[in-house]
């Protein structure tokens, strides 16, 4: 049972984000995602490409 005190003491002392902040993160995280993606969808290509080439030598 202490240890449910302990965190409730813990999650009580956390500072958490504004709403705004949270909506600030969370653009940025899955802006990050979407940039990620089509650089990754990007480099596949290229490598198919590459690939493909290098085969029908």
Do not use: C
């Amino acid at each position: 049972m202490q240890f449910i005190k302990d965190v409730w003491h813990e999650m009580r002392l956390t500072t958490w984000p504004s709403g705004g902040e949270l909506m600030r993160y969370t653009g940025i995280v899955l802006s990050t995602i979407v940039l990620v993606a089509i650089f990754l969808g990007i480099v596949d290509s290229l490598a198919q490409w590459a690939f493909a080439w290098f085969i029908n030598l």
